[in-house]
């Protein structure tokens, strides 16, 4: 045994051969692999960005909402504010136009969808025309 050598307990298993890395060799070593190009960028808006966008449309829609039901069911003229719940009338008027404003929304999205369709598939057919006579 040399000199001033520690003894290793058998656990240890044998001794290591090779020297750890310094963070600046590491560091080397990286830069030797980065490219000089940087990632691509994804075009429009992120992920996150729609969904918040969702959301805020979401939230004006549900407002929206909210006032014109409750002025046209819920009149302070009509019925007084002494009671602290809605009445059946009330609760069937509310019903009737959350049901009905749904309905006139799902219908004006789904003609907008059409005439967007429609419109595309027209710019795509002059586009087609436009690009072939050339």
């Known amino acids: 045994r040399r000199r001033g050598a520690r003894r290793r307990s058998p656990a240890a298993g ?26 691509p960028q994804p075009s429009g808006p992120s992920a996150f960005d729609v969904a918040k966008t969702d959301a805020w449309q979401y939230q004006d829609e549900f407002q929206r909402l909210s006032v014109s039901c409750f002025k046209k069911c819920v009149s302070a003229q009509k019925h007084p504010y002494n009671e602290g719940d809605m009445s059946l009338g009330e609760m069937q ?3 009737r136009c959350v049901a009905k404003y749904v309905e006139t929304k799902k219908q004006l999205l789904e003609t907008h969808n059409r005439v967007h369709t429609a419109a595309q598939t027209q710019a795509e057919v002059q586009k087609g025309l436009v690009g072939g006579a050339k």
């Open 14 to 39: 044998p001794p290591s051969r090779h020297r750890p890395c310094s963070s600046n060799a590491a560091s080397r070593e990286m830069d030797f692999f980065k490219t000089s190009a940087e990632p």
């Open 93 to 95: 008027c509310v019903d």
